[in-house]
């Protein structure tokens, strides 16, 4: 890289033949005089690299490797996490130094529109340096898919007294734009069909007032994770 900077047009290097969701990398700069001659060394800094896991129980494990060879060392590890495609705008938690993992739990993320999966990105933070300033360094972004949770009732009673009177699949952590439910009769006829996962079945013929006749019904969900 040749030299050409300033203070406040320093040298920038991008390095673009990487796998940060693989491995952490390190760097370092060498300062050649016009001799040809390496006149000076920088210090060694790596990479910050992530994993997440979804487990059961409603939990995602995060976990990375430190920070190292800042002037003032690593003051803290702020976590960010996205859900549905945006990342939250604070941070869910700040760790000290010496803290690389965290278990985030996810399970007030039931009964909301959360599709299921939840990414991660980390930044570090330099105590103050004696250049007078704290650094800032970002992992890489890793996705831990949690498991759709489904569950169907299996019985209800349209008699309108106030009672159980409509049924429908309760379901999680799955991708919304995407589902359908059908319900058909023992003859193979649908009788309700939805694509929207909060709509009720009220016992009517494709929802309308005539109701059909009490019975077994079979009960079709499709969805994406």
Do not use: H
Not at 23 to 31: H, N
């Amino acid at each position: 890289v040749d030299f050409s900077s300033s203070i406040n047009n320093p040298v920038i290097f991008q390095d673009d033949q990487v796998e940060t969701s693989i491995r952490s990398y390190q760097y370092k700069v060498q300062v050649i005089d016009s001799c040809n001659r390496i006149s000076s060394k920088s210090n060694t800094a790596n990479t910050i690299l992530l994993n997440a896991q979804a487990n059961i129980g409603l939990s995602n494990d995060v976990l990375w490797n430190s920070y190292l060879n800042w002037d003032g060392g690593v003051s803290s590890y702020d976590v960010y996490r996205m859900v549905n495609g945006v990342y939250e705008l604070n941070p869910i938690v700040s760790l000290n130094s010496a803290v690389l993992y965290f278990s985030d739990d996810i399970s007030n993320f039931i009964g909301s529109n959360s599709d299921g999966q939840f990414c991660y990105k980390i930044k570090a933070i330099e105590q103050l340096n004696s250049f007078g300033f704290s650094a800032e360094s970002y992992s890489n972004e890793f996705c831990a898919n949690q498991e759709p949770i489904v569950f169907a009732p299996n019985s209800f009673t349209p008699n309108s007294d106030g009672i159980n009177d409509r049924w429908k699949p309760i379901v999680n952590l799955l991708d919304f734009s995407d589902y359908r439910v059908y319900v058909y009769n023992r003859l193979n006829q649908l009788v309700f069909e939805s694509s929207d996962a909060y709509e009720y079945w009220n016992g009517g013929y494709l929802n309308n007032a005539d109701s059909v006749p009490v019975g077994v019904y079979l009960y079709f969900i499709e969805f994406k994770n």
